[in-house]
């Protein structure tokens, strides 16, 4: 079992970042709201392990 | 003073009699006295009553209240029912469905099937108004009491005060002839959730108000539309938040609006505006009558404990669910199944009293599975935070294109018969490569047999049985029955008790759960595991 990354494991992080940016341009409050948990919805199933979905759920609270 | 019912009637079934104990005297004991004739109370009563242990139940009405409340009944409930003497004419009336459509807005976004699989005798659900589903019960009740079952249910006997001792309860009734009283062993209290006997002892009854309100429209119309479950959040037709449809016997159709938290009720119960709503779902030309209108409020949440000594408490006055995953009369007929067998046993003298705390351990383990998963059923329903708002409507917006996201979306999570994994009656598995789903603790599945008859028949008590497939038993205590079967050319069987294993032995309890199960056994592994599972050894 893989315990949750918390490495640098992006090839590209400013890309990322900034797609990340760019999809909420023009975007309302609520539009952001709700393409942000669609997002966090997907990437949690991409992850699927319960155990790194918990731990990144800590690691964000912290 | 002349007598007030609290609600009219659907059948009347139990019309009141003068008692001899209102003219003995004296206050007149008896064994065991259920309080409540719902559901839970009658199966309560009937399932004591066919082990020869009298049972009598106080209801303050004469027969069921009109209104459906519960129209999905799930397969243990009908097997449980059929053990009673009443699943047949259930499965017979109720209408036989599998399937379950989503929609959100217009569209499907997700379905389930509850995937019929071979060799059971009872469906995975039927549908059925609960006043029928009473009405069969009190008739097994009256086919038991002729053949000599101890059992009686006392209509228009409305209990209005109590005293609890250590050694029994002494009853406060009231009657249309006026009041009397009796003490009783043992109180089962079936008096549904707003229980009066609860309050009566102080206890706490704590858990979640859901904040909003459902409309439960039953109505009549000749509709051709498939016997499915269908339910919409945020529907086109705009009647509700959500909705819901699903078909039940005698073309009756239920139907659900969820109307918010904010409401005047009185305004909404109007059937003019009921049928707007109704108009706009189903279209303008559609004919239908009302049948039955309510406004329900849901919760979830349940007792502390609930055995108090000589009071024990089963079914909604115990627990209670929101309707989504139709976990309330289901989960309240295992009560009984479990409670049933233990409280006979102890009676008799075959078991210590302390097997009754098994029955609170048992049963909150369920309980708490039951208001799991209604709890969760119900937050997807109704977001109770801005930010459960956004999540739930990012599942739905993704269920269209991502089939990750549809086993998401929650409309309700059907009952399904809780497994006692770490009940104190378990013995640890000891088949290695046996299924999961017949592991110690876990309600038995059903088989079909050779001879055309099914594996729960067999399994009916009234005490344990040892069930052996293709092992040799070891010498056996007296008075359990052994029941052998051939694995060879029953492929369901294999299936569901052996798994991966050559041989097993399990030892099944009167309410046909699995209690322990062997690849091999001996006489002292069996009395142990026997003591075991009727709460004689640690
Ligand atoms: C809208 C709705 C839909 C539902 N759908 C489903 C479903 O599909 N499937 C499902 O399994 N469950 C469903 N339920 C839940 C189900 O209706 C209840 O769980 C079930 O009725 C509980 O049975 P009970 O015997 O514990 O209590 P009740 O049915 O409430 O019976 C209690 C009895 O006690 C009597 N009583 C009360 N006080 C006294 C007194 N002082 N003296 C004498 N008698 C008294 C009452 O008159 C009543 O007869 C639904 C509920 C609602 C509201």
Known sequence: ?62 | MTWQDRYPLSFRLYPYTRSPDQDAGQTVRHSVTIVGGGPVGVATALDLALRGIPALVLDDHEGVGQGSRAICFAKRTLEIAHRLGCGAAMRDKGVIWNRGRVFHDRDEVYSFDLLPEDGHRYPAFINLQQPWFERFMVEAVDRAKAQGAPIEIRGRNRVTGMEATADGVTLAIDTPDGPYTLTTDWLIACDGAKSATRDRLGLDFDGRVFEDNFLIADVKMSADFPTERWFWFEPWFKSGASALLHKQPDDIWRIDFQLGWDIDRKTELDPARIRKRIDLMLGPDVEYDLDWTSIYTFQCRRMDRFRHGRVIFAGDAAHQVSPFGARGANSGLQDADNLGWKLAAVLKGDAPETLLDSYDTERIHAADENIRNSTRSTDFITPKTPQSRIFRDAVLHLARHAPFARPMVNSGRLSVPATYDGSPLNTQDALPGGPARTRPGAPCPDARLADGSYLLDHLKGPGFTLLVLGATPPRLPTGLPVLTLETAANPQLRARYLGEAERALYLIRPDQHVAARWAACDAGKLARALDRAQGKAP
């Open chain 1, 1 to 62: 079992m893989t315990d949750l990354t918390l490495d640098p494991n992006m090839t590209a992080p400013d890309d990322a970042y900034a797609a990340l940016i760019a999809a909420h341009d023009g975007l309302t409050r609520e539009e952001s709201e709700a393409l942000n948990a669609r997002l966090i919805l997907i990437l949690m199933n991409h992850v699927g392990d319960p155990r790194v979905i918990l731990q990144a759920i800590e690691t964000a609270k912290r």
